[in-house]
């Protein structure tokens, strides 16, 4: 499958939230949240976290990239960088579910890991949860190696 990557411009940050809405299935803190303790606020998780990465887009554009296929956006990431520390830190990213599998989301990662090291980035970082194992094959793929893991911790204090 042909695809291109070019870095995103406000016109696509609607189509980066429906893609979110669409890639991202049961492997965040939200979701795991909202499953053992029921939603909170007026949201869903899944549109909680497209109103993440929505305002992401929104405030940092210039730090989106996104793929298209036939001119249509179907995956994006981002990044940021912290330039005392000059450690790269990749951000949200996702490919929509029809466009899978065809490695748009292993050509994301590459291209922001250049944009990083283009930027000044001596170390990049990325995190994820154990259970994605999808986006933990992409960033091993890539180069990334396992340095620790957390714990996430919750209880519900409303009652």
Do not use: C
């Amino acid at each position: 499958m042909d695809f291109k990557i070019r870095r995103a411009s406000r016109d696509d940050i609607d189509r980066i939230g429906e893609i979110t809405l669409t890639a991202w299935n049961s492997v965040t803190l939200h979701h795991l949240l909202e499953k053992k303790y029921g939603a909170s606020g007026d949201k869903k998780w899944n549109q909680k976290k497209r109103d993440s990465v929505v305002n992401f887009s929104r405030n940092s554009i210039e730090q989106v990239i996104v793929a298209e296929v036939d001119s249509q956006v179907v995956g994006y990431a981002s990044w940021r960088l912290d330039k005392l520390n000059k450690t790269g830190h990749i951000g949200n990213n996702a490919v929509h579910p029809d466009f899978r599998e065809n490695g748009i989301g292993t050509a994301l990662i590459r291209k922001v890991i250049d944009i990083l090291k283009n930027e000044g980035a001596k170390i990049l970082r990325v995190s994820t949860l154990k259970l994605d194992a999808p986006a933990r094959h992409i960033y091993e793929k890539v180069g990334f190696e396992e340095l620790a893991r957390t714990v996430h911790y919750a209880v519900k204090v409303d009652e």
